[in-house]
């Protein structure tokens, strides 16, 4: 037992660093105890209960809609990592820049994301969406088609990225991507990129967007980016999608090629 003395001497300390890291609580709270809660509470996955709460207060048709929709259940009902409004403001401005015809996105999980991507593409454009996870995936396609996108502007593909990639050009016929959004498995960033660039579909000028690259982290991703030469980078610096006080970023990488 901890006498009164030194518990009450450890208090101070105790609060410091509840206060300190209050924004992870909550982020425990919101994404972990809530998840687990509704889900033993409703019998259905997270994204299947943000995909009815979608349905019922969206407008179909209206990709604005939906990702309004989607941003007020995330903010205020439950957690999702999303990329979230303020970077998402990031890709839009990106992807006008750009004006991509081929974008290939890792990590479709509900559609978010592609919704928000779709919006954004020159006519004639295509997005290829990769999503591993088949329960997510099938929210996505619902979350995309309820959105007014179809398979011409955007098809979903639901296998491992790892084995997507060396197919993209055998199979899906791409000869080069113009734009890469990565948001899926932070530990598959790199080896994911190092396909990309041996895979011949890079080319000069082709733009690679990766979120959440400081929070959770991608470390290997930002090693090989800086040591390997083969890009002009930076870092856009926000804080984490929904929850105040997380400091997170997304890389912005712009292939140059060999030198």
């Known amino acids: 037992m901890v006498s009164p003395a030194i518990a009450l001497a450890l208090l101070p300390l105790l609060l410091t660093f509840i206060i300190r890291y209050r924004h992870y609580f909550v982020l425990f709270y919101r994404a972990v105890l809530v998840r687990v809660w509704n889900d033993c509470r409703t019998g259905l996955s997270r994204e299947e209960r943000a995909f009815q709460f979608i349905l019922t207060h969206?407008?179909?048709?209206?990709?604005?809609?939906?990702?309004?929709?989607?941003?007020?259940?995330?903010?205020?009902?439950?957690?999702?990592?999303?990329?979230?409004?303020k970077k998402g403001k990031i890709l839009d401005r990106l992807l006008s820049e750009q004006c991509p015809l081929t974008v290939l996105e890792l990590g479709a999980h509900c559609g978010y994301s592609t919704v928000r991507i779709a919006r954004?593409?020159?006519?004639?454009?295509?997005?290829?969406?990769?999503?591993?996870?088949?329960?997510?995936?099938?929210i996505a396609e619902k979350i995309i088609r309820l959105a007014g996108f179809d398979d011409d502007?955007?098809?979903?593909?639901?296998?491992?990225?790892?084995?997507?990639?060396?197919?993209?050009r055998s199979e899906y016929g791409l000869e080069r991507l113009d734009?890469?959004?990565?948001?899926?498995w932070k530990k598959c960033y790199r080896p994911d990129l190092q396909a990309l660039e041996g895979s011949g579909l890079l080319g000069k000028g082709s733009m690679i967007l990766a979120d959440n690259v400081l929070f959770p982290g991608a470390p290997n991703f930002l090693r090989?980016?800086?040591?390997?030469?083969l890009y002009e980078w930076r870092i856009h610096r926000a804080s984490l999608e929904y929850i105040k006080g997380?400091?997170?970023?997304?890389?912005?990488?712009?292939?140059?090629?060999?030198?």
């Open 58 to 85: 969206a407008t179909p048709g209206d990709p604005d809609s939906i990702l309004d929709t989607f941003d007020l259940w995330c903010s205020k009902v439950e957690f999702i990592s999303n990329i979230g409004p």
């Open 120 to 138: 954004a593409l020159p006519l004639g454009a295509r997005l290829y969406s990769v999503e591993m996870d088949q329960r997510n995936a099938t």
């Open 153 to 168: 502007t955007v098809e979903l593909i639901v296998n491992p990225s790892d084995e997507v990639i060396p197919k993209l």
């Open 179 to 184: 734009f890469v959004f990565m948001d899926h």
């Open 224 to 229: 090989h980016v800086r040591g390997c030469g």
């Open 246 to 259: 997380i400091r997170d970023g997304m890389a912005e990488l712009v292939y140059q090629g060999v030198k």
